[in-house]
Every structure is written in C-alpha cells, then in structure tokens.
C-alpha cells in the first residue's frame, strides 16, 4: 500500500471500530474525518483499497461499516479479575470485542492468541453483543511471571504480581532454589489454570525478599524481558571503539570544525549522567539569531551492523526506572566518550538555525564538529539564573541563558500560532529513603528551562526532517497521526461532564482553547487525558503523516542518539549526506521503506514497553508507601464510573484507586441520612446511571486497603 494512502487507512479504520461509530457515507465519513478538499481523491482510493481487502462493507444507502463477525474469530483474549474477558479480533468487525463469560476461557490467560467460537447473539436495547468462548489457545503471550512464594495447606503457591494472571500458581519444591516464604521469584508455567484447578510451575530464579528494592526492581525487570547486562562481544567491540578513539583523537578532530572556543552549555535533570544535547546561540551579522544544537556523535563510534549495533537496535532506547538505568549503550560510551561532559572535547553533530526576529526559520546547515561544553547545569540552576539569582556562574553562561529565554519565548509563540498543542499531564517528582523506598512526592517542575530546550529540540528535529525530506531518501520520522473526531465520543462526553462543550467543527485554535481554558483547574488533569486518549500513540514509521500535536509536517528524532536508536538510524542519513555519498541520486544504498517500517514498529514496541516497565515500578514504590498510610487524607479527582464503583487519581501522587459502589452509598446514608441512601437505592437500574458524582470533579478520599502483589488501592470518601 501507498504510504500516502496508509495515511487514510489507518484512520478510516481506527474511527470505524469506534463502538459509538455509526454507519455513515463517504462524504459524511469525510466530514468525520476533517478530510481536506484536496486530499478526498486520496481518502476515495484508501476506502476502495479496504473494501477490495475487506476490511469495510458498504452496505444499504451506501453506508460504510465494519464487516460483521464470523461464527469463528483469531484475536487476542483480554481477562478481567472478575472472571470473563474478551477477544479482540485481529480484523475488526461491527460487533467490537467477543465477549468471553466465566469458565468459557479454556485454560487462556491475558494476551494470550487465541480462537473464539460465537456460541449466542443476543440484542441489548438497539446493540447487539456477541458471546463466545475460547475452544483453541494459538500462542502463549507469557509463560514466565514474577510473583511471592507462600503455602497454604501443606501447598506451596507463588502468588503473582501484576493483573496478567491473577490465580495462584502451585508449586513442587520451592526449596531447590533456596526460596523461603516471602521471597520474590521468577516463575515458568508448566500448565495453566482452568476451572478446577490451579496453574502449576517450577521456580527459574529466587529474586530476593519481597517488597524490598533490589526485589522489585528485579521483578519488574524480569517480568518486562528487559535486558541489563551487555554481551561479552558487545563489551569487547566497547574497548576497541575506546582505544580506537584515544589514539586517533587529535588527527579525527582536525577533519571536524573546531567549535571549543565557542560558549555552549548543556542543561539536564539533575542526576542526568548522559548528556547527548548541547546549546550556543549568537546573533549573526544580519541580525539574525544562529541557533547551534550540538548533538553526541554516537554514529561515529557505533558502526552499522557490529555487535554494539546489534544489541542497541534490539534494546531499542534506555529504560529509566525509579532510580535505575538500563541504558542502550555500555555506560562507557554512554556515559563516558559520547557524553557531553563539562570541559572534555566531544565529538557532535552540529545543526545551525538560523531564525528572524519572528522566529522563522531563514536557512539551516549542519556540521560534524569538535566542541567543548563550557558549563554542565542543571534545569534548577537555570532556573536561577532566569530569576536573576546569578551567583557562581560565568557572566557568559549568565548571557547566553538569557539570549536562550529571548529566542525560546519567540519560538513557542510562533509555534503555538501554528497549532501546536501543549497538554497539561502533570508528574509526580517521587521522593527516596536512603533504602530506597519511596516517603512522599512533589510535583515535577515544569519550568520554563524545560520549555527552552524543548523548543530548541524540536527544531533541531524538525531541520534534519525537513533535509532527509527534500533529498526523497526514506527515514525513520517521529509521527502523530491526527485524531479521527473530538466532537464526539468519548472525549466529548468527558469534556461535557467536566462542564465544557466541544464545538462541532473543533480544529487546532478551538482545542487549544479549550486546554487553555482548563488550565490550573481540578478537571485539567481528566479533559487533558481524555484529549491525549483521542488521538494515536507518537510512533516511529517511515510513513509522512507529519506530527498532529507538533503541527509539523516533517519530524523526526535527531537528538537523543545515546538512548533512542532511531536517533542513531537518522545521524547515519545525516553522516552520509555531510560525506557527499547521500543524494536523491544514491537513495537506493540506503534502508528502504519495508526494511524501516520493521525497525519502527519494534522501536515503538520497546518504546512502550519501557513505559509500562517505569509505570509498574512507579506504582509498585508508591503502593508500598501507601499501605503504611492506611486511613490517611487526600484529594482525588474523579476519573471514570462503573457498575461497581468509580475509579479517581490521587491528585499528589498521580495513582489510581477505586472507591466501591457499596461504599458510596455507605457514604451518603451516614453523611446525608438514611432518607438518602434510600433515595439511591430506589432509583434501581445500574450504579453507573445513578452515580452522585460527576467526572472531573473534586473529592476527598481515604486510603482504605491497598494490594501491592494485584497493584490495587480501595479508598474511601471521606
């Protein structure tokens, strides 16, 4: 398929398997869509292409529809702890998920390939839902899991962690691996549960004593498949890049240009040790601002297809877990040669942009060079320095922070003009214990010394883009597919809840009104994830469908090549290009499109593996202070409602938990009397239709029970 008609396969499809979607023409499904006049002709051949594939029917009055489930369905089985689950079939239909009841999942568990037999179609109101149950398991989606020994009757059981599997699983001899009761350990399944009897297994590895650090971080890293050491032949290949480079420095950095005598900085968090990002900023003899993003030359010292290659491509990117790396790179280059240290000569690759006084971009080049970084800051040091507090630093590191504010604010104006989108997701800044153990949290800073570097960031990607563009030579982009429709569904359902309106019509200047006028309030948090759930997941693809939030036809990312391989794939383009041997003429020496989209899924696979693993360990540490804080106040935010409760984010420490429909009306009789629990119980019908609160606003909850192995928090109102 056409890259440029993938760009409108992918959102016919996505909207269509919406479960409010409703059957529409083409010319409505258009309008739905925010098909621009000039790209219908495309949109018309992306729908012809799914139907001839058929992945859409066109059915009566010429209304497009998502072809209806056969009697049997591939999908993935997703459980729930109550029991039933669900099968999502891998080619969507009309009829949305399978649903699974209790005792009809064979013996499969969540994530697991499976196939499903329709077995009952039953109408609800004007919706139809499918039963079904699960008669072949296709493939295993784990077979190994992490979780706490204990014995109960004689039986020794691991008890696991997480929501995956939620049973016990038996075990034989827990004593072959020297595992007591409470130690955390790594399990392999051997049979899986059904309806009469437990999973069974052998212990693989004893990982520590459970709740401790060291256990946690282990369990999480093995549970996630994440890699920690680094093979023998990668480390070797490591020593010789090291040798290599010490030897032949001075004769490398005269083939480069000679940016040491110029005033560049870096600015990271402060316990940052790899330091890929550098800044200069002069005025040019025209008057124009010449903005230098030096970035660490990992391609130089990272050769396509060696061992270090090979590993770094499988890792994917680093992995920063609450207070561990797992970096993509041997912390030798890492955090040594390729690290933009203060005072130590680094090799980089320059981009130079130039910009008016509007902030337009004039013209961009790029170099590879030789620089210096004449000071390491950290974000509160600049921070500082922008309030005046100046004490201890250099009158030209003072200068040039001052010219970045200058330069930045004009950038982010500009962009923001054009539609850029700047979500309000706020981040809990965890605090540690000398054990490791987490006691309290503030919010993260939200500076503006981080809007700084990523305005100057997104340029630098955005230049490198807009060149491997014009050259017409394929390239991993960052992209952002733009949402299919905010004026309905679910997120206009949330926003109206919260009390807001969505405009028919929405574009980028009404959706940056709307966060605008959210910002700084309770419900800013809900409507801002509500938008981000609209849209599509940034990936990596070689497809050119620009980046929605960015407002930017051409991205990629260029700047962070220590821990994002795809960085590493663009600085070898841009390496070719400074060399003379990539032109529009040699774009077929290069990697092609098929061989990049491979690249680009598995990055943004390990991509959203490394933030499920940070999330867990996240959750894990905070649970754990929170189960020694039983009966301890705080405010919440309502975020969801169903028949068994509503679930609310804890506003300090930005986890969820579930507030009981029981309780809640529990609640409401002891505060308000039993006229009013009465009252609730006398609606009948569902809790979800008669739930006192709303979305999005305000409570104030109690820490009730907390559950760290099933990763649960019960609150209460208080």
Request: proline fraction near 4%.
């Amino acid at each position: 398929m056409f890259p440029v008609m993938e760009r409108f396969t992918n959102r016919i499809m996505r909207l269509a398997a919406k479960s409010d979607y409703k059957p529409m023409k083409q010319r409505a499904l258009a309008r739905a869509l925010n098909i621009a006049d000039e790209d219908y002709n495309s949109f018309k051949a992306a729908l012809e292409e799914l139907r001839r594939q058929g992945k859409i029917v066109i059915g009566s009055k010429s209304c497009i529809s998502l072809p209806e489930m056969a009697n049997r369905v591939t999908g993935t089985f997703q459980a729930t702890s109550r029991g039933f689950g669900f099968v999502r079939p891998d080619k969507a239909t009309a009829q949305g998920d399978l649903f699974i009841p209790r005792g009809e999942s064979l013996d499969a568990v969540d994530g697991d390939q499976v196939v499903a037999q329709v077995i009952r179609r039953e109408r609800r109101g004007q919706e139809g839902r499918l039963t079904g149950r699960v008669v072949e398991i296709l493939k295993r989606q784990e077979t190994q899991f992490v979780g706490t020994v204990l014995r109960r009757d004689k039986q020794w059981f691991i008890q696991p962690d997480g929501k995956t599997i939620t049973e016990l699983i038996a075990v034989d001899d827990p004593g072959a691996k020297d595992a007591r009761i409470g130690d955390k350990v790594l399990v392999e399944i051997l049979r899986y549960p059904t309806e009469g009897s437990f999973a069974h297994g052998v212990i693989l590895e004893k990982l520590g004593k459970s709740g401790t650090s060291a256990a946690e971080l282990k369990g999480v890293i093995r549970r996630f498949g994440l890699e920690e050491k680094f093979s023998r032949s990668t480390l070797g290949e490591t020593r010789q890049v090291i040798s290599r480079f010490e030897t032949a420095e001075t004769q490398a950095a005269g083939k480069r240009e000679d940016i040491r005598d110029r005033v560049i900085i870096t600015i990271d968090p402060q316990d940052a040790r790899d330091f890929d990002d550098a800044i200069s900023l002069r005025h040019t003899k025209h008057g124009m601002w010449e903005l230098g993003v030096h970035i660490a030359d990992v391609s130089h010292f990272v050769r396509e297809g060696g061992h270090l290659d090979e590993e770094a491509r499988r890792r994917g990117n680093s992995v920063y877990l609450p207070q561990h790396v797992l970096p993509m790179l041997p912390e030798l280059l890492s955090n040594g040669i390729c690290s933009l240290q203060e005072g130590q000569d680094r090799y980089v690759k320059s981009a130079y942009i130039e910009l008016d006084r509007q902030g337009e971009v004039v013209s961009t080049r790029f170099a590879n060079s030789v620089m210096r970084s004449a000071r390491r800051l950290a974000y509160e040091d600049a921070e500082l320095i922008l309030e005046g507090k100046t004490g201890g630093f250099e009158g030209k590191v003072v200068q040039l922070l001052k010219e970045m504010e200058k330069l930045a604010q004009i950038i982010q104006k500009r962009r923001e003009a054009a539609g850029m989108l700047r979500l309000e997701m706020p981040k809990a800044e965890l605090i540690y214990d000398e054990k490791g153990h987490v006691v309290d949290a503030r919010p993260e800073s939200t500076s503006f010394p981080h809007v700084m570097i990523e305005m100057f960031m997104i340029e630098a990607n955005e230049a490198v883009a807009r060149l491997l563009d014009g050259l017409r030579v394929p390239f991993l982009r960052r992209v952002h597919a733009e949402p299919d429709s905010l004026a309905t569904g679910n997120t206009a359902r949330i926003v109206k809840l919260c009390g807001y309106m969505i405009p028919k019509n929405i574009n980028r200047k009404g959706l940056q009104q709307l966060l605008d006028s959210v910002r700084g309030k309770p419900e800013s948090f809900l409507i801002n994830l509500a938008v981000l759930k609209s849209m599509q997941r940034a990936e990596y693809s070689p497809t050119p469908i620009g980046h929605y939030a960015l407002a930017s036809e051409h991205y990629c990312h260029f700047t962070s090549p220590i821990r994002r391989y795809p960085d590493l794939t663009v600085h070898r383009l841009l390496e070719a290009y400074l060399e003379g041997r990539l032109t529009r003429s040699t774009v077929r020496d290069f990697p092609d499109f098929e061989q990049l989209e491979e690249t680009g899924a598995h990055c943004s696979q390990t991509e959203r593996q490394a933030e499920e693993a940070e999330d867990e360990l996240r959750t894990v540490k905070i649970l754990q202070m929170l189960a020694k804080r039983i009966g301890e106040d705080m405010l919440a935010v309502v975020v969801s409602v169903t028949n068994f409760g509503m679930f609310v984010q804890c506003e300090k420490f930005l986890i969820e938990g579930l507030i009981r429909a029981e309780d809640i009306q529990r609640f409401r009789q002891n505060r308000k009397g039993k006229k009013q629990g009465r009252r609730l119980q006398e609606r009948g019908g569902k809790f979800i239709d008669n739930c006192p609160y709303r979305i999005g606003q305000e409570v104030k909850v109690r820490v009730a029970a907390v559950n760290v192995p099933g990763r649960l928090l019960d609150l209460a109102l208080v």
